[in-house]
Nanobody, 121 residues
Framework: QVQLVESGGGLVQPGGSLRLSCVAS????????MAWYRQAPGKQREFIAG???????DYEDPVKGRFTISRNNAKNTVYLQMNQLKPEDSAVYYC???????????????WGQGTQVSVSS
């Protein structure tokens, strides 16, 4: 079985920073792309940043210039550095990874359980 576990969420004041981490574990044979999504109350889950195995990243406009996605392939980990946080960034943040499971040898999407980020004074 493959598991994705996020950490690093919490409560921060506007203008503050947080760093999220997401680690893949279990029967991981390989990981291609990794990404971060978020879902605010009453809204659909939205893509915010993604990164390829080689490190090419892309961002949605609301977070460009403030958030940075990175990864450590040796540790099967993806990070999201969030700076200049705004109240509208408050949401549950999820990581997603395309992983080849060593049991099935199939490439499929896996999701973490989410971590809450709250931005408030």
């Amino acid at each position: 079985q493959v598991q994705l576990v996020e950490s690093g969420g919490g409560l921060v004041q506007p203008g503050g920073s947080l760093r999220l981490s997401c680690v893949a574990s279990g029967s991981v044979l390989g990981i291609t792309s990794m990404a971060w999504y978020r879902q605010a109350p009453g809204k659909q889950r939205e893509f915010i940043a993604g990164i390829t195995h080689s490190g090419d990243a892309d961002y949605e406009d609301p977070v460009k210039g403030r958030f940075t996605i990175s990864r450590n392939n040796a540790k099967n980990t993806v990070y999201l550095q969030m700076n200049q946080l705004k109240p509208e960034d408050s949401a549950v943040y999820y990581c997603k990874a395309k992983i080849v499971d060593s049991w099935s040898n199939e490439l499929r999407d896996y999701w973490g359980q989410g971590t809450q980020v709250s931005v408030s004074s």
